[in-house]
């Protein structure tokens, strides 16, 4: 028996990366309820396990894979040891960039913590715990002040339970809405509910034909005003209404008390002053609550019951499309929903349909043990996070105005990869704590990142793993409504581009009103194409007789997309058009920058073929995740 000790130890270690851990939804389709998919696992004694096309159970025991095997072995120590080679204090440009390091906690290792996002996540970290652990038991304490309160009756019937939990919980959402937003942004907090309330009015108080369009023209218009007003100062507010010009402060005039009373609330902003910059994600719930209730409107008779389906017991997809009651799109609702705590500063974003189907009924996902995986899951990627900082100084370099000419080319290009992984952490951190903490709360939110961005070789289907509940926003709200894609003509073509240029045109302003983010939406854009046109081009099934030289050819094709969304997301997220073009240079200046582009290639080629292999292997368990 105790020798099984270890193994057990394996298992339970291997149960951290399965995708049941990461996410139910990924293991389960989204049109069966969790409790049904649960009960059909339980019911079958064993699992039939299925063979490829072409003839395989699993390639990872094959003389192919053994290959790759040795060859990425190398490949990968090789790609860090090449970035650490030049964050090193012996590398002659260590001086230019090390001021931006700061004392790390690796012996004998400074840490890179020059990004600004990262930089606020972790030195907050510790009251961002703190605040896990002190959220739910207010509700606790919310919870038995609210039972202890209610009047005694007789046992309620399941629909009377579940709108006694509704209101319940989303009246605690509401006031601790309401306290969260004064905490963190001080009189600032007047200015997000003076917006919130104008959609709210817009949705409710307009003629229904009208609803749509004013959401969209609003909320866009709202984008823009933040980033052009820099948050509405209330001087600003005060200097626009009494006249005074900034002239008249520099010369030192007397100003009115209206002015000096803005500057004064100015100066109690909260804990993030700079409001506007995180606002973004909660533009996505005023449109999702104004579109939900539009879309409801048409369908009054689409609840639970008229369709004959258990409440307590939906599908992911009934969830999000089945109209909460009509009662349930009220303010309270509205501002719990919109300023709801753990998701309110960077998501993962939820429908307005799903939160109320939520807080009707605790989902059957959230259980104590995986939840407690998904935390230590969390560490994880923390620690590998911190220990890329401490051995890739990639963005303090960056950030110093390199000379990229003096760096090689494999030394360009490795640092350039791994500066997408360390966006994709940065990234990563702080949608997992915080859909963690929803987690601890009692609410399960999509989960953000399915696969890490090394593990990527479409497109298309990047943009369905990469912040994956913002994918399936813009495809409800904004793909679908358009009309989706088709290319089985040259005018559906054309049609199915401008939507492309439409989506990632939004994508591109969400993110930040910036040139070198719309070029970055329009280059996605434009590197779908080539992937779309192969697919019509060769069609999987005119290859069936010749899988094994299909799935070659679309891995040298895959090689082609990774170098594009490689650029892409350099161009949009890390060293923008001209630090591209500089890289490009650095690679093509001499023949050793075109031997290492070669074995870069080979090297991606094997890699992908890996990836492909992953994927296999979760089909053959079942799991078709389109990604």
């Given at each position: 028996?105790?020798?099984?000790?270890?193994?057990?130890?394996?298992?339970?270690?291997?149960?951290?990366?399965?995708?049941?851990?990461?996410?139910?939804?990924?293991?389960?389709?989204?049109?069966?309820?969790?409790?049904?998919?649960?009960?059909?696992?339980?019911?079958?004694?064993?699992?039939?396990?299925?063979?490829?096309?072409?003839?395989?159970?699993?390639?990872?025991?094959?003389?192919?894979?053994?290959?790759?095997?040795?060859?990425?072995?190398?490949?990968?120590?090789?790609?860090?040891?090449?970035?650490?080679?030049?964050?090193?204090?012996?590398?002659?440009?260590?001086?230019?960039?090390?001021?931006?390091?700061?004392?790390?906690?690796?012996?004998?290792?400074?840490?890179?913590?020059?990004?600004?996002?990262?930089?606020?996540?972790?030195?907050?970290?510790?009251?961002?715990?703190?605040?896990?652990?002190?959220?739910?038991?207010?509700?606790?304490?919310?919870?038995?002040?609210?039972?202890?309160?209610?009047?005694?009756?007789?046992?309620?019937?399941?629909?009377?339970?579940?709108?006694?939990?509704?209101?319940?919980?989303?009246?605690?959402?509401?006031?601790?809405?309401?306290?969260?937003?004064?905490?963190?942004?001080?009189?600032?907090?007047?200015?997000?509910?003076?917006?919130?309330?104008?959609?709210?009015?817009?949705?409710?108080?307009?003629?229904?034909?009208?609803?749509?369009?004013?959401?969209?023209?609003?909320?866009?218009?709202?984008?823009?005003?933040?980033?052009?007003?820099?948050?509405?100062?209330?001087?600003?507010?005060?200097?626009?209404?009494?006249?005074?010009?900034?002239?008249?402060?520099?010369?030192?005039?007397?100003?009115?008390?209206?002015?000096?009373?803005?500057?004064?609330?100015?100066?109690?902003?909260?804990?993030?002053?700079?409001?506007?910059?995180?606002?973004?994600?909660?533009?996505?719930?005023?449109?999702?609550?104004?579109?939900?209730?539009?879309?409801?409107?048409?369908?009054?008779?689409?609840?639970?019951?008229?369709?004959?389906?258990?409440?307590?017991?939906?599908?992911?997809?009934?969830?999000?499309?089945?109209?909460?009651?009509?009662?349930?799109?009220?303010?309270?609702?509205?501002?719990?929903?919109?300023?709801?705590?753990?998701?309110?500063?960077?998501?993962?974003?939820?429908?307005?349909?799903?939160?109320?189907?939520?807080?009707?009924?605790?989902?059957?996902?959230?259980?104590?043990?995986?939840?407690?995986?998904?935390?230590?899951?969390?560490?994880?990627?923390?620690?590998?996070?911190?220990?890329?900082?401490?051995?890739?100084?990639?963005?303090?370099?960056?950030?110093?105005?390199?000379?990229?000419?003096?760096?090689?080319?494999?030394?360009?290009?490795?640092?350039?990869?791994?500066?997408?992984?360390?966006?994709?952490?940065?990234?990563?951190?702080?949608?997992?704590?915080?859909?963690?903490?929803?987690?601890?709360?009692?609410?399960?939110?999509?989960?953000?990142?399915?696969?890490?961005?090394?593990?990527?070789?479409?497109?298309?289907?990047?943009?369905?793993?990469?912040?994956?509940?913002?994918?399936?926003?813009?495809?409800?709200?904004?793909?679908?409504?358009?009309?989706?894609?088709?290319?089985?003509?040259?005018?559906?073509?054309?049609?199915?581009?401008?939507?492309?240029?439409?989506?990632?045109?939004?994508?591109?302003?969400?993110?930040?009103?910036?040139?070198?983010?719309?070029?970055?939406?329009?280059?996605?854009?434009?590197?779908?194409?080539?992937?779309?046109?192969?697919?019509?081009?060769?069609?999987?099934?005119?290859?069936?007789?010749?899988?094994?030289?299909?799935?070659?050819?679309?891995c040298a094709g895959a090689v082609g997309n990774v170098m594009m969304m490689v650029s892409a997301n350099l161009v949009g997220?890390?060293?923008?058009?001209?630090?591209?073009?500089?890289?490009?240079?650095?690679?093509?200046?001499?023949?050793?920058?075109?031997?290492?582009?070669?074995?870069?290639?080979?090297?991606?080629?094997?890699?992908?073929?890996?990836?492909?292999?992953?994927?296999?292997?979760?089909?053959?368990?079942?799991?078709?995740?389109?990604?």
């Amino acid at each position: 028996m105790a020798r099984a000790g270890p193994f057990v130890f394996l298992r339970k270690f291997r149960g951290l990366y399965d995708l049941d851990t990461l996410d139910t939804r990924f293991t389960t389709p989204s049109s069966v309820p969790y409790r049904t998919a649960i009960d059909a696992r339980d019911d079958k004694k064993e699992v039939p396990e299925t063979i490829d096309e072409d003839g395989y159970r699993g390639r990872w025991g094959t003389y192919e894979f053994y290959l790759y095997y040795v060859v990425l072995a190398w490949a990968i120590p090789y790609m860090l040891w090449s970035a650490y080679s030049v964050s090193r204090p012996s590398d002659p440009r260590y001086p230019k960039y090390q001021h931006r390091l700061s004392p790390g906690w690796v012996p004998g290792r400074e840490i890179d913590n020059s990004d600004n996002q990262y930089h606020s996540f972790r030195e907050n970290l510790l009251y961002m715990g703190l605040l896990v652990v002190f959220h739910p038991l207010c509700r606790r304490l919310w919870d038995a002040v609210y039972t202890s309160l209610s009047p005694a009756r007789a046992t309620p019937t399941p629909d009377e339970a579940a709108d006694t939990r509704l209101h319940q919980r989303t009246t605690f959402d509401f006031c601790f809405a309401l306290l969260y937003l004064i905490i963190l942004h001080g009189f600032s907090a007047a200015k997000i509910l003076f917006i919130l309330s104008i959609n709210y009015k817009i949705a409710k108080g307009l003629p229904r034909k009208y609803v749509p369009p004013a959401t969209w023209i609003f909320n866009i218009c709202v984008l823009f005003a933040n980033e052009l007003s820099d948050g509405y100062k209330f001087r600003s507010i005060a200097m626009f209404f009494t006249g005074t010009s900034p002239a008249d402060l520099v010369s030192g005039m007397e100003t009115s008390a209206l002015v000096r009373a803005g500057a004064w609330m100015d100066g109690y902003s909260g804990l993030l002053s700079r409001w506007e910059i995180l606002f973004n994600i909660t533009i996505l719930r005023l449109v999702s609550f104004n579109l939900d209730y539009y879309w409801s409107l048409d369908r009054r008779d689409a609840s639970p019951i008229e369709k004959q389906l258990d409440s307590a017991n939906l599908s992911e997809r009934d969830r999000i499309s089945i109209p909460a009651q009509p009662e349930d799109y009220c303010f309270r609702n509205y501002i719990g929903y919109a300023i709801y705590a753990p998701l309110y500063l960077t998501g993962p974003i939820m429908t307005f349909n799903d939160y109320i189907a939520q807080q009707r009924y605790r989902p059957a996902t959230i259980e104590t043990g995986r939840t407690m995986r998904y935390a230590v899951r969390f560490l994880f990627v923390l620690l590998a996070m911190e220990l890329m900082l401490h051995f890739n100084y990639i963005g303090a370099i960056q950030k110093s105005d390199p000379d990229w000419s003096s760096y090689t080319a494999a030394q360009l290009s490795n640092l350039s990869f791994l500066n997408l992984h360390i966006i994709w952490l940065k990234l990563l951190l702080p949608w997992r704590f915080f859909r963690l903490w929803a987690l601890v709360d009692g609410i399960d939110p999509p989960e953000n990142m399915l696969r890490c961005v090394a593990n990527n070789y479409s497109t298309l289907s990047f943009w369905r793993a990469w912040h994956r509940s913002y994918y399936r926003w813009l495809l409800r709200y904004i793909y679908i409504p358009l009309g989706g894609s088709s290319f089985d003509t040259w005018k559906k073509a054309l049609r199915s581009v401008v939507t492309y240029l439409v989506v990632f045109t939004f994508v591109a302003l969400w993110h930040d009103i910036k040139m070198r983010l719309l070029i970055w939406g329009w280059l996605i854009v434009f590197f779908f194409l080539p992937e779309i046109a192969a697919g019509y081009l060769f069609p999987r099934h005119k290859w069936e007789s010749r899988p094994t030289a299909y799935r070659m050819m679309c891995c040298a094709g895959a090689v082609g997309n990774v170098m594009m969304m490689v650029s892409a997301n350099l161009v949009g997220f890390a060293v923008g058009l001209d630090g591209l073009q500089s890289i490009l240079r650095g690679i093509f200046s001499d023949f050793s920058g075109f031997l290492f582009l070669a074995t870069a290639c080979t090297v991606l080629f094997m890699g992908i073929q890996v990836m492909f292999e992953v994927r296999a292997s979760e089909l053959r368990k079942g799991i078709r995740l389109k990604c």
